[in-house]
């Protein structure tokens, strides 16, 4: 029993202290770093940017910003004993759960459910997003995607646009010269957004536009020739994701869905517009519905619209409709550090009339276009059977753009030519344009979609044939040389 006892009480003085209790400095200090790590791993977790319209649609880049430095770790002081954390991170994580420092338990495995439903936090966070985070690249998918990054169902999203496209003139024609300031494009627009599944979204789009009341060849419009207000579009919109398909549905006043391809791969508007919508083959907008097919996050888009006809300019004058058919394949697609890298190719076919005649209005039409952050590129190619009242003329249009940064964002390099010869049957119809200039912006490529002022200075000749200009034989009558001085003033804003 002796011996026994010996062994116990030197076993027990051998024995080292316990550890003494972690102070409340300490412990504060440890849970303070705690929810910094948390922070900054939600903070990495939500730097996923997004790529758009206008109408437009975002696609998930997965590259997000890589110039964005990485958040510096930081370390835990020696002389502090560390309490055992157990962190918690799902798909938005913003909780940390601090375990006691002397009952350390393990950390539960399974991710915490995602959040469902409005959440004011997260909604704050996505909206900051899209109006200040300059690693997301907005794009035109619909129907892959709203243009807001919406969360869990339901959520709802309300973005408020504008654009603007003014400056001077210089014009030389037949020898006289004519100097104007000129408001060439004001557009104010809406568009709602609803998810009320995680399949399902809708919504509505109304856009306005100030142009001149009388038309080209009108002499008298509204109080002289005064700017007003017009309705330019108006529809609701909805998409059903299944998988890999997306559908997408639009009713209304609705937009080209020709022109809102191409535009994609088109990124001067504030020089010109598009060859086929400048000679009047394709209407911007019109009453009617179309539906569109995306397959695999827009790798092909069919597109069928059924519309009146006339444009948004004329009521239906005949019983007939247009049917137009458009098919999209992207070949190329890459995600890169700065913004996405797309190559397209389009195809369209129209069955149409116009007018009480019902006159002939049918188009072929193709194009392809590329769109970069360092530029854009495109040819277009529109056969027209039938214009206007003139069902038994065909007119051939023909277009290509190139603009590319030569200093980004404060130099760059456009060009421009566009060739239509208005009836294949007249040997001397044709009227060749060509444009050339310089454009600086101030915000650059990441904030294009979202805000954009941008300054050209360009120069343009508008060629005549013996039988396309306004009197016949006298071609230098109609020769033009334009010089402008032109800003294009953009912006987009999410208000919910």
Same mark, same amino acid.
């Given at each position: 029993?002796?011996?026994?006892?010996?062994?116990?009480?030197?076993?027990?003085?051998?024995?080292?202290?316990?550890?003494?209790?972690?102070?409340?400095?300490? *412990?504060?200090?440890?849970?303070?770093?705690?929810?910094?790590?948390?922070?900054?791993?939600?903070?990495?977790?939500?730097?996923?940017?997004?790529?758009?319209?206008?109408?437009?649609?975002?696609?998930?880049?997965?590259?997000?910003?890589?110039?964005?430095?990485?958040?510096?770790?930081?370390?835990?002081?020696?002389?502090?004993?560390?309490?055992?954390?157990?962190?918690?991170?799902?798909?938005?994580?913003?909780?940390?759960?601090?375990?006691?420092?002397?009952?350390?338990?393990?950390?539960?495995?399974?991710?915490?459910?995602?959040?469902?439903?409005?959440?004011?936090?997260?909604?704050?966070?996505?909206?900051?997003?899209?109006?200040?985070? !300059?690693?997301?690249?907005?794009?035109?998918?619909?129907?892959?995607?709203?243009?807001?990054?919406?969360?869990?169902?339901?959520?709802?999203?309300?973005?408020?646009?504008?654009?603007?496209?003014?400056?001077?003139?210089?014009?030389?024609?037949?020898?006289?010269?004519?100097?104007?300031?000129?408001?060439?494009?004001?557009?104010?627009?809406?568009?709602?957004?609803?998810?009320?599944?995680?399949?399902?979204?809708?919504?509505?789009?109304?856009?306005?536009?100030?142009?001149?009341?009388?038309?080209?060849?009108?002499?008298?419009?509204?109080?002289?020739?005064?700017?007003?207000?017009?309705?330019?579009?108006?529809?609701?919109?909805?998409?059903?994701?299944?998988?890999?398909?997306?559908?997408?549905?639009?009713?209304?006043?609705?937009?080209?869905?020709?022109?809102?391809?191409?535009?994609?791969?088109?990124?001067?508007?504030?020089?010109?517009?598009?060859?086929?919508?400048?000679?009047?083959?394709?209407?911007?907008?019109?009453?009617?519905?179309?539906?569109?097919?995306?397959?695999?996050?827009?790798?092909?888009?069919?597109?069928?619209?059924?519309?009146?006809?006339?444009?948004?300019?004329?009521?239906?004058?005949?019983?007939? !409709?247009?049917?137009?058919?458009?098919?999209?394949?992207?070949?190329?697609?890459?995600?890169?550090?700065?913004?996405?890298?797309?190559?397209?190719?389009?195809?369209?076919?129209?069955?149409?009339?116009?007018?009480?005649?019902?006159?002939?209005?049918?188009?072929?039409?193709?194009?392809?276009?590329?769109?970069?952050?360092?530029?854009?590129?495109?040819?277009?190619?529109?056969?027209?059977?039938?214009?206007?009242?003139?069902?038994?003329?065909?007119?051939?249009?023909?277009?290509?753009?190139?603009?590319?940064?030569?200093?980004?964002?404060?130099?760059?390099?456009?060009? !421009?030519?566009?060739?239509?010869?208005?009836?294949?049957?007249? *040997?001397?119809?044709?009227?060749?344009?060509?444009?050339?200039?310089?454009?600086?912006?101030?915000?650059?490529?990441?904030?294009?979609?979202?805000?954009?002022?941008?300054?050209?200075?360009?120069?343009?000749?508008?060629?005549?044939?013996?039988?396309?200009?306004?009197?016949?034989?006298?071609?230098?009558?109609?020769?033009?040389?334009?010089?402008?001085?032109?800003?294009?003033?953009?912006?987009?804003?999410?208000?919910?």
């Amino acid at each position: 029993m002796l011996a026994l006892a010996s062994l116990a009480l030197g076993l027990t003085l051998s024995a080292p202290p316990p550890p003494p209790a972690p102070r409340a400095g300490a *412990q504060s200090q440890s849970q303070s770093q705690s929810q910094a790590s948390a922070s900054a791993s939600e903070a990495r977790s939500e730097s996923v940017s997004v790529s758009d319209d206008g109408s437009g649609d975002v696609e998930l880049d997965p590259e997000g910003d890589a110039d964005a430095p990485e958040p510096a770790a930081e370390a835990e002081p020696a002389t502090e004993p560390a309490s055992a954390e157990a962190t918690v991170e799902g798909p938005r994580a913003d909780a940390t759960t601090v375990a006691p420092a002397t009952a350390p338990t393990a950390a539960d495995p399974s991710p915490a459910p995602a959040p469902t439903g409005f959440d004011r936090d997260r909604w704050a966070a996505e909206r900051h997003a899209l109006n200040f985070d !300059k690693g997301s690249f907005l794009r035109n998918q619909w129907p892959v995607a709203p243009i807001c990054n919406m969360g869990a169902a339901p959520d709802v999203c309300l973005t408020i646009d504008a654009e603007i496209f003014t400056g001077y003139r210089l014009r030389s024609i037949a020898g006289e010269r004519f100097g104007e300031f000129a408001l060439d494009r004001t557009e104010l627009g809406t568009n709602l957004w609803y998810r009320p599944h995680d399949r399902v979204d809708a919504g509505a789009t109304v856009r306005f536009e100030a142009i001149r009341s009388a038309g080209p060849q009108s002499l008298i419009g509204i109080d002289g020739d005064s700017l007003v207000i017009r309705l330019a579009q108006a529809y609701g919109h909805t998409g059903v994701h299944l998988g890999p398909i997306h559908l997408g549905v639009r009713g209304g006043l609705i937009p080209e869905r020709w022109i809102e391809q191409l535009e994609k791969g088109y990124d001067t508007l504030g020089v010109a517009r598009l060859a086929s919508e400048n000679n009047l083959l394709f209407e911007r907008a019109d009453l009617g519905a179309s539906i569109t097919a995306s397959g695999w996050g827009g790798l092909v888009d069919v597109d069928l619209q059924f519309t009146n006809g006339e444009g948004r300019a004329q009521e239906e004058l005949n019983r007939g !409709k247009n049917t137009t058919a458009i098919l999209t394949v992207r070949p190329l697609r890459m995600a890169h550090a700065k913004g996405p890298i797309t190559l397209a190719l389009h195809g369209a076919y129209r069955d149409g009339s116009w007018g009480v005649a019902a006159a002939r209005a049918h188009r072929g039409a193709a194009g392809l276009t590329f769109a970069s952050p360092w530029g854009f590129a495109g040819v277009e190619f529109v056969q027209a059977f039938g214009v206007r009242e003139q069902g038994d003329r065909t007119t051939r249009s023909v277009g290509g753009w190139l603009s590319a940064y030569a200093w980004q964002p404060y130099v760059g390099l456009l060009a !421009k030519y566009d060739h239509i010869r208005q009836d294949l049957a007249l *040997q001397d119809s044709a009227v060749d344009v060509i444009t050339a200039g310089v454009f600086s912006d101030i915000f650059g490529y990441a904030w294009r979609r979202r805000r954009r002022v941008r300054l050209y200075a360009t120069y343009q000749h508008e060629g005549y044939g013996a039988l396309a200009g306004p009197i016949p034989g006298a071609p230098q009558a109609a020769d033009t040389h334009r010089f402008l001085l032109q800003i294009e003033a953009q912006g987009l804003l999410r208000a919910l």
